[in-house]
T-cell receptor
C-alpha cells in the first residue's frame, strides 16, 4: 500500500527566503506525481505535474523534482512571498489511476 | 477550456437528514470523476470514483453513496447523515492519467 509523507507539517519563513518542501512515497511504481496548493477552506489548485520519466518541472518561481528510485519529490519555492502562504500537498498517482495524498505542509511566509 | 463546478460551498444539515452534493464538469467528454473527503489538517481520502456513466467504485464503506446519471455529472448522497459525515468534500476529474487531476472548490459539510 502506497504511503505518502510530507515533512515538515508546518513551516514559517521570512519573506524572500528560498525554501524546499519534501514529499516521500513508499512505492516507486508511480505514473506521475502532482503538487497542489490549497488555501484555507478552498479546493486544490494544481501547481506542477511530473511524469515518472521526468526529473523536474518548473513554473515561475516553483520547481518540482522527482527521484523515483529514492521515493522522493521536492517542491522548491524561490524568493517566497506572503501570497505563497498556503498548504501544499503532493499526490502520488499510479498506473491504475489511483492516487495517494500526503497530509500537506502548511507554509507561512511572514512579511 | 475545462471547468468543474461543485455546490453548495457550505452546508449545515441535522443528523438523520438526507444529503445531495453535485459536481459537474464542462469542456470535456468521458472524464474520470472522483469524490474525496478531507479531514481537518489531513490529506485526502478517496470515497468514490467513476470511469463512466453508471460505473461507480467505492473505496471506503461509508454512510454515503455516489451516482453518475450523466457523463459529466457526479452526485454524492446519503439517506441519513451522521455526525461523523462532517468534513470537506472535494470533487475532481481527470481525462488521461498523464494530465493529473483537477479539483472543484469543495463543500464544507457540518452535521449538527
Amino acid at each position: 500500500k502506497q504511503e505518502v509523507t510530507q515533512i515538515p507539517a508546518a513551516l514559517s519563513v521570512p519573506e524572500g527566503e528560498n525554501l524546499v518542501l519534501n514529499c516521500s512515497f513508499t512505492d516507486s511504481a508511480i505514473y506521475n506525481l502532482q503538487w497542489f496548493r490549497q488555501d484555507p477552506g478552498k479546493g486544490l489548485t494544481s501547481l506542477l505535474l511530473i511524469q515518472s520519466s521526468q526529473r523536474e518541472q518548473t513554473s515561475g518561481r516553483l520547481n518540482a523534482s522527482l527521484d523515483k528510485s529514492s521515493g522522493r519529490s521536492t517542491l522548491y519555492i524561490a524568493a517566497s512571498q506572503p501570497g505563497d502562504s498556503a498548504t501544499y500537498l503532493c499526490a502520488a498517482n499510479t498506473n491504475a489511476g489511483k492516487s495517494t495524498f500526503g497530509d500537506g505542509t502548511t507554509l507561512t511566509v511572514k512579511p | 477550456s475545462q471547468t468543474i463546478h461543485q455546490w453548495p460551498a457550505t452546508l449545515v444539515q441535522p443528523v438523520g437528514s438526507p444529503l445531495s452534493l453535485e459536481c459537474t464538469v464542462e469542456g470535456t467528454s468521458n472524464p474520470n470523476l472522483y469524490w474525496y473527503r478531507q479531514a481537518a489538517g489531513r490529506g485526502l481520502q478517496l470515497l468514490f470514483y467513476s470511469v463512466g456513466i453508471g460505473q461507480i467504485s467505492s473505496e471506503v464503506p461509508q454512510n454515503l453513496s455516489a451516482s453518475r446519471p450523466q457523463d459529466r455529472q457526479f452526485i454524492l448522497s446519503s439517506k441519513k447523515l451522521l455526525l461523523s459525515d462532517s468534513g470537506f468534500y472535494l470533487c475532481a476529474w481527470s481525462v488521461r492519467r498523464d494530465y493529473g487531476y483537477t479539483f472543484g472548490s469543495g463543500t464544507r459539510l457540518t452535521v449538527v
